[in-house]
């Protein structure tokens, strides 16, 4: 259903501190940095490169996402704020290092506000584009100091989040022999939540929007792959989606408890991280 409200509704609904519009004609540049919430330091979250429909929807997603960005590190309990920033384009096509450039500049002028890193579309040699206009940027090289590609880390909370919910579900937290469903498991999250769970002799379905990623998960970890329209139809033990977030609308949650999926895990920012069926 298309989002009917104006941006300026949408984020005192969503209590936003500051919004940012970034636009450079000479790059291409087109993004929106969001910052929810800087009560307990500054707006720390990465930046997502998708080609949205439209505006409105990478507005909504920004949104969405930096507040999420918000409660995470307040549960944490980090001395950081929410934050998050998109750039509307193709990952596979548009990158440059002057779009990355151009946009730490615009982190640069926030002051220190908003801390960036990688997400969705973006990667370790992005950030050190970023890092050379801003020092506001993590997830960089570790060859520069820096922590490198945050992927196995996050792979590996969801990974322990996996088996403290199958211990709750099924009284054991071994996932051997689990049916487990990794949504967008071609992207670097889902390729190394695999490799964990593969490791432990999970089954595993993968499903993902640009299939030719998931040939390797076939090869090393013996995947079967599953149509997008068929991941909520899977008779699962765990459902795992681990690309982008909104994905688990009302339908696809009453889809999935009528298949039996018991244990649902999201990677993402904007859903709910742990629930059961």
């Known amino acids: 259903m298309e989002n009917t409200q104006t941006p300026f509704e949408l984020i005192d609904e969503l209590e936003h501190e500051q919004v940012v519009f970034c636009s450079s004609k000479e790059t291409g540049l087109k993004a929106i940095i969001g910052i929810h919430n800087t009560s307990l330091g500054p707006a720390l979250g990465g930046t997502r490169m998708w080609q949205y429909?439209?505006?409105?929807?990478a507005l909504v997603d920004v949104l969405r996402l930096s507040r999420g960005m918000t409660y995470k590190a307040a549960v944490a309990g980090l001395n950081l704020g929410g934050g998050k920033a998109v750039i509307i384009?193709?990952?596979?096509?548009?990158?440059?290092?002057?779009l990355f450039r151009?946009?730490?500049?615009?982190?640069?002028?926030?002051?220190?506000?908003?801390i960036t890193a990688e997400d969705v579309g973006t990667n370790v040699k992005d950030m050190e584009y970023i890092m050379q206009e801003t020092r506001h940027v993590t997830g960089i090289p570790e060859e520069v100091g820096g922590s490198g590609d945050p992927s196995p880390v996050t792979a590996y909370g969801t990974y322990v989040g996996m088996k403290a919910c199958a211990h709750?579900?099924?009284?054991?937290?071994?996932?051997?022999g689990k049916k487990v469903v990794v949504q967008g498991a071609g992207g670097n999250v889902g390729k190394h939540l695999c490799k964990f769970l593969h490791k432990e002799g999970a089954i595993l379905f993968v499903s993902d929007m640009y299939?030719?990623?998931?040939?390797?998960?076939?090869?090393?970890?013996?995947?079967?792959?599953?149509?997008?329209?068929?991941?909520?139809?899977?008779?699962?033990?765990i459902f795992s989606p681990a690309a982008l977030g909104a994905l688990l609308t009302?339908?696809?949650?009453?889809?999935?408890?009528?298949?039996?999926?018991?244990?649902?895990?999201?990677?993402?920012?904007?859903?709910?991280?742990?629930?059961?069926?």
């Open 250 to 277: 009302d339908v696809a949650t009453v889809t999935m408890a009528i298949t039996i999926t018991r244990i649902t895990t999201a990677t993402q920012t904007n859903v709910s991280i742990l629930f059961f069926l």
């Open 53 to 57: 429909a439209n505006d409105m929807e």
């Open 89 to 98: 384009g193709d990952s596979r096509t548009q990158k440059s290092e002057q």
């Open 211 to 237: 299939e030719d990623k998931l040939k390797p998960l076939v090869d090393e970890f013996k995947a079967t792959v599953v149509g997008m329209d068929d991941v909520y139809k899977m008779d699962a033990d």
């Open 102 to 114: 151009a946009f730490g500049r615009f982190i640069e002028g926030l002051s220190g506000r908003y």
């Open 168 to 176: 709750e579900v099924y009284g054991s937290d071994s996932l051997n």
